[in-house]
């Protein structure tokens, strides 16, 4: 038992019911139908022994509006939610919850708009699944900075519409999240540093700050592989919203732009600006992007190790590149294929410039 949960004990002068994944459930859902006939039976909610509990999910949802089609369609990824509407006015205290046997938390709190309690001494070392967990808790804004979600793999949708959330979450790690698709979004009051987060497992991350209207996207968040390709699809279908612009983008952990822009025919952007240091890949990058004729020449490009068809029938594309100096093992194999480039070339180390 936990020191909180003893302290909470003596307050309340009672024994601890203990909760078990059968029982809590109806538990919690006679506390928001009916309190003081939950308290009769089950004693304070904050009393309860939950260190047998492993499942959270869905423990304090309230079905909302909000259902897009697209979640819908998805396996597993919305479950009904069936408390009575009064859960949304749920704020008691529950931070003596022992829930260091919990291993999913998948929208706990989806919906819960009143609740605003300290949660940050959770032992969530077990926990895999915080998917839409504060989706649409709108008065959530406490700390959970002390969480160690190491195990954590799936955070999408984690604070949707979590407009009041602005605590810091840099010491998360985050190694092992895949989906972080849509986990700010929404969140209109969040502006934290994020820029030390390893996200290099993430291989969906679509949406991630849209609508998050205060955070500083170039300050605080550095694109990965995966947000670049979601964040370039977006600005190239004319999906703006909440997005820097392209100039502007933090691209300086970006490892791979190979057909970043590929058959693109309308794109035409000034990107001169990017940080193109890290990267090692820029094969097809420009492929087929008929109109783009920026001037790209100040990039770095001494870590890219193949550039194959990159200017593909980019038939527009004549900025000179004579500043380049590419590794003597660079890939540059039908490289200015289809093209109309005329200027001066990349140069190879200790060799010459590419024909």
């Given amino acids: 038992m936990s020191k909180a949960l003893a302290l909470a004990l003596a307050c309340h002068g009672v024994a601890a019911w203990t909760a078990s994944d059968a029982s809590i459930r109806s538990a919690v859902r006679l506390w928001l139908s009916d309190k003081s006939a939950a308290e009769v039976k089950y004693g304070h909610i904050s009393t309860w022994e939950t260190g047998g509990v492993t499942d959270m ?5 309230v079905r909302t509006d909000w259902i897009d089609a697209e979640y819908e369609d998805e396996d597993n990824f919305l479950d009904p939610c069936v408390l009575p509407a009064s859960a949304s006015s749920f704020n008691d205290g529950i931070s003596a919850w022992d829930t260091s046997s919990v291993t999913t938390m998948k929208l706990m709190f989806h919906g819960a708009s ?3 309690q300290p949660l940050n001494d959770w032992r969530v070392d077990k926990v895999t699944n915080m998917q839409q967990m504060f989706q649409s808790a709108s008065s959530f804004n406490q700390p959970l900075n002390n969480w160690r979600v190491d195990n954590v793999t799936d955070m999408g949708g ?7 959330f602005n605590q810091p979450l840099n010491d998360w790690r985050v190694d092992n999240v895949t989906d972080m698709r849509w986990m700010f979004r929404d969140a209109s009051a969040f502006n934290q540093p994020l820029g030390d987060w390893r996200v290099d497992k993430a291989t969906n991350t679509e949406d991630m700050f849209k609508g998050a209207s205060a955070f500083d996207i170039d300050r605080n968040w550095g694109l990965t592989n995966e947000t670049l390709r979601d964040w370039t699809r977006r600005w190239c279908d004319s999906d703006h919203e909440g997005l820097p612009h392209i100039s502007t983008w933090n691209t300086s952990k970006v490892t791979d732009m190979s057909s970043l822009f590929h058959c693109d025919d309308g794109f035409n952007d000034d990107i001169s600006a990017w940080d193109t240091s890290s990267v090692t890949t820029m094969m097809n990058m420009f492929n087929g992007a008929k109109a783009f004729n920026q001037p790209i020449g100040e990039w770095r490009v001494d870590n890219v190790t193949n550039m194959s068809n990159m200017f593909r029938f980019a038939s527009s594309f004549d900025q000179p590149l004579g500043t ?3 590794r003597a093992n660079c890939k540059t194999l039908r490289m200015f294929e289809g093209s109309n480039f005329r200027n001066s070339r990349p140069v190879k180390a200790s ?3 590419i024909s």
């Avoid at 999910?57 to 949802?61: A, H, N, S, T, V």
């Avoid at 984690?158 to 009041?164: E, Q, T």
């Fill in 57 to 61: 999910d869905f423990l304090f949802c």
């Fill in 324 to 326: 380049w100096r590419l």
């Fill in 158 to 164: 984690m604070l949707w519409g979590a407009s009041a």
């Fill in 114 to 116: 009143a609740f605003n």
């Fill in 351 to 353: 060799c010459c410039a």
